[in-house]
């Protein structure tokens, strides 16, 4: 549970998201030197004293609601296997205030002395955030390490020096940054309560900020539980134009992904599996080989430890469908001609993944030697069990080279593109 250093320490690790990202980008160094402060801005100069400047205003703290801060059900079942003496003990120690769910209001300003400076410089912070739509456990101990590397004389150098940057870094958590967008009216009565010159800005809301009561009490039976649960967007690879199949990574984007444990559940498949690369927007995963190809579910599973109890209880994501595209290799076998000029011959398939016995499986041949292309369609008599090997019989062919492909449930396996742009394999050749 966080304590009373939470709304410092998301406020400084905002500011240093802001300060690293000026710094490294070449658009936003040319307008020279820039600062980024966290003052009120009645205390900003402006005027001919004005110059390159970012601020960071906390405006305003609000309660968040969006938390179930108690287990009834264990509390029920804890009172019924106590003592009448305990259970007054226990409601006791339950009567102190929960901890505090808050969400922190920033007011983002830019300042310049110069023609656009001010306009350049909002625009690049409001991209950071917006790049960064949560602040991850990573995020804000880095944050917090260089805060507390600064001068002693620092306010909050000295405040961090009496607690564990990593464990204060941990008990926060993560942090959601969402864009607050005003009305004229509602902008015009911010700015006259800050009795300041006003200046290109926006709103920001940091959430859920949580601070503990100071009181001692029991923890048994209570945990926390954000509304906000891992969502998943899109799910592609690396290389989003490319299909998805074995020989590359599962790549899942979206929101809150990360968790105490988090796990993936794909398919069917009861069993979850477990990720190396796993961030708070995005998720990377080797596809086991025994997925089959076609249409897969993917869902982000979160295991999240119960208080006392020991056990887990699992907080899942939407689920996301993908395709999984087969991968070939075709050979050309048993050729024979015929009177008219037609012929027929076996193809043996190697597929990548396996194809099941139950799966729909449709072989098409694209005529890659003449100017008049014929395209020839096969169905693939359902198979007697799991195989990585299918040999079809085609008859009525004319001679020629084909380009080969082949749908499995629907899933059609890729073709290979050369470097003059055109389709080159796999290919078989009918003499």
């Given at each position: 549970?966080?304590?009373?250093?939470?709304?410092?320490?998301?406020?400084?690790?905002?500011?240093?998201?802001?300060?690293?990202?000026?710094?490294?980008?070449?658009?936003?160094?040319?307008?020279?030197?820039?600062?980024?402060?966290?003052?009120?801005?009645?205390?900003?100069?402006?005027?001919?004293?004005?110059?390159?400047?970012?601020?960071?205003?906390?405006?305003?703290?609000?309660?968040?609601?969006?938390?179930?801060?108690?287990?009834?059900?264990?509390?029920?079942?804890?009172?019924?296997?106590?003592?009448?003496?305990?259970?007054?003990?226990?409601?006791?120690?339950?009567?102190?205030?929960?901890?505090?769910?808050?969400?922190?209001?920033?007011?983002?300003?830019?300042?310049?002395?110069?023609?656009?400076?001010?306009?350049?410089?909002?625009?690049?912070?409001?991209?950071?955030?917006?790049?960064?739509?949560?602040?991850?456990?990573?995020?804000?101990?880095?944050?917090?390490?260089?805060?507390?590397?600064?001068?002693?004389?620092?306010?909050?150098?000295?405040?961090?020096?009496?607690?564990?940057?990593?464990?204060?870094?941990?008990?926060?958590?993560?942090?959601?940054?969402?864009?607050?967008?005003?009305?004229?009216?509602?902008?015009?009565?911010?700015w006259s309560a800050l009795q300041t010159h006003y200046r290109p800005s926006t709103a920001y809301r940091a959430s859920m900020v949580l601070i503990e009561s100071s009181q001692p009490y029991h923890s048994e039976g209570f945990y926390i539980v954000p509304l906000a649960q891992p969502q998943i967007e899109n799910v592609t690879t690396s290389t989003p134009e490319q299909p998805i199949t074995l020989s590359n990574n599962l790549l899942?984007?979206?929101?809150?992904?990360?968790?105490?444990?988090?796990?993936?559940?794909?398919?069917?498949?009861?069993?979850?599996?477990?990720?190396?690369?796993?961030?708070?927007?995005?998720?990377?995963?080797?596809?086991?080989?025994?997925?089959?190809?076609?249409?897969?579910?993917?869902?982000?599973?979160?295991?999240?430890?119960?208080?006392?109890?020991?056990?887990?209880?699992?907080?899942?994501?939407?689920?996301?469908?993908?395709?999984?595209?087969?991968?070939?290799?075709?050979?050309?076998?048993?050729?024979?001609?015929?009177?008219?000029?037609?012929?027929?011959?076996?193809?043996?398939?190697?597929?990548?993944?396996?194809?099941?016995?139950?799966?729909?499986?449709?072989?098409?041949?694209?005529?890659?030697?003449?100017?008049?292309?014929?395209?020839?369609?096969?169905?693939?008599?359902?198979?007697?069990?799991?195989?990585?090997?299918?040999?079809?019989?085609?008859?009525?062919?004319?001679?020629?080279?084909?380009?080969?492909?082949?749908?499995?449930?629907?899933?059609?396996?890729?073709?290979?593109?050369?470097?003059?742009?055109?389709?080159?394999?796999?290919?078989?050749?009918?003499?």
């Open positions: 549970m966080s304590n009373a250093l939470s709304i410092v320490a998301v406020t400084a690790v905002i500011k240093d998201v802001l300060e690293n990202g000026l710094v490294s980008d070449a658009i936003a160094t040319s307008v020279g030197d820039v600062i980024v402060t966290a003052l009120p801005p009645d205390r900003i100069s402006v005027g001919s004293d004005e110059r390159a400047q970012i601020n960071l205003f906390l405006y305003q703290v609000t309660q968040n609601r969006n938390a179930d801060w108690l287990s009834r059900e264990f509390r029920k079942q804890n009172l019924r296997s106590r003592s009448d003496c305990e259970r007054v003990t226990i409601a006791d120690s339950r009567s102190v205030n929960p901890p505090l769910a808050l969400d922190l209001h920033y007011l983002l300003t830019a300042y310049g002395a110069k023609d656009f400076e001010a306009e350049l410089l909002l625009g690049y912070a409001m991209q950071l955030l917006h790049k960064m739509p949560v602040l991850g456990r990573d995020v804000i101990a880095t944050a917090l390490k260089n805060a507390s590397k600064i001068s002693g004389a620092s306010v909050l150098s000295q405040a961090l020096s009496s607690v564990s940057v990593s464990k204060l870094a941990e008990q926060i958590g993560q942090i959601q940054i969402c864009s607050e967008f005003f009305n004229m009216e509602e902008t015009s009565k911010l899942i984007r979206g929101k809150y992904l990360r968790g105490e444990v988090t796990r993936l559940r794909l398919g069917k498949k009861e069993v979850l599996l477990k990720s190396e690369n796993v961030r708070e927007t995005q998720i990377s995963l080797q596809i086991p080989p025994d997925l089959y190809a076609g249409v897969q579910e993917v869902q982000v599973v979160h295991q999240r430890m119960k208080n006392v109890t020991m056990s887990y209880e699992l907080v899942e994501s939407n689920v996301a469908a993908f395709v999984l595209h087969p991968e070939i290799t075709a050979a050309v076998t048993d050729i024979q001609g015929s009177d008219n000029d037609l012929c027929s011959a076996k193809i043996t398939i190697k597929f990548n993944p396996k194809v099941g016995k139950s799966q729909r499986v449709v072989l098409l041949l694209n005529e890659v030697s003449k100017p008049h292309k014929i395209t020839y369609i096969y169905s693939v008599i359902s198979l007697s069990k799991d195989s990585d090997s299918i040999t079809v019989d085609v008859k009525n062919i004319q001679p020629g080279s084909y380009l080969v492909r082949v749908q499995v449930d629907g899933a059609e396996s890729p073709l290979h593109l050369n470097q003059s742009g055109e389709y080159d394999s796999p290919q078989v050749t009918i003499p």
